[in-house]
């Protein structure tokens, strides 16, 4: 079974930093990259930064240059590092793939179950 776990979410001042982490598990191959998606409360989850299969990284307006997103490709991992965070970052975090396959066929659209930061001000 695939699955995207998500980690290192907490509670952080501003201006803090935080990591967080999404291990997909299984025997796998990501087709499309990974991405992280955020939802504040009373907000559309927003998408934040994406990772592209050889690298390439594209991150919404308003995270640039405080963001970076990496991958492991030996862990099946991807980071989202978050640096000089505003109370505005606050929300759930989601690490997303569009397409996977494993040795079963592809499956798509997958989400991991989120992780909460919250800056507080």
Same mark, same amino acid.
């Given at each position: 079974?695939?699955?995207?776990? *998500?980690?290192?979410?907490?509670?952080?001042?501003?201006g803090?930093?935080?990591?967080?982490?999404?291990?997909? %598990?299984?025997?796998? @191959?990501?087709? $499309?990259?990974l $991405?992280?998606?955020?939802?504040?409360?009373?907000?559309?989850? *927003?998408?934040?930064?994406?990772?592209?299969?050889?690298?390439?990284?594209? &991150?919404?307006?308003?995270?640039?240059?405080?963001?970076?997103?990496?991958?492991?490709?030996?862990?099946? @991992?991807? &980071?989202?590092?978050?640096?000089?965070?505003?109370?505005?970052?606050?929300?759930? &975090? =989601?690490?997303?793939?569009?397409?996977?396959e =494993? *040795?079963?066929?592809?499956?798509?659209?997958?989400?991991?179950?989120g992780?909460?930061?919250?800056?507080? %001000?």
């Open positions: 079974q695939v699955q995207l776990v *998500e980690s290192g979410g907490g509670l952080v001042q501003a803090g930093s935080l990591r967080l982490s999404c291990a997909v %598990s299984g025997t796998i @191959t990501i087709m $499309n990259g $991405n992280w998606h955020r939802q504040a409360p009373g907000n559309k989850r *927003e998408l934040v930064a994406h990772i592209s299969v050889i690298g390439t990284t594209t &991150y919404a307006d308003s995270v640039k240059g405080r963001f970076t997103i990496s991958g492991d490709n030996a862990k099946n @991992t991807v &980071y989202l590092q978050m640096n000089n965070l505003k109370p505005e970052d606050t929300g759930i &975090y =989601y690490c997303h793939a569009d397409e996977i =494993y *040795e079963l066929g592809s499956i798509f659209d997958i989400w991991g179950q992780t909460q930061v919250t800056v507080s %001000s």
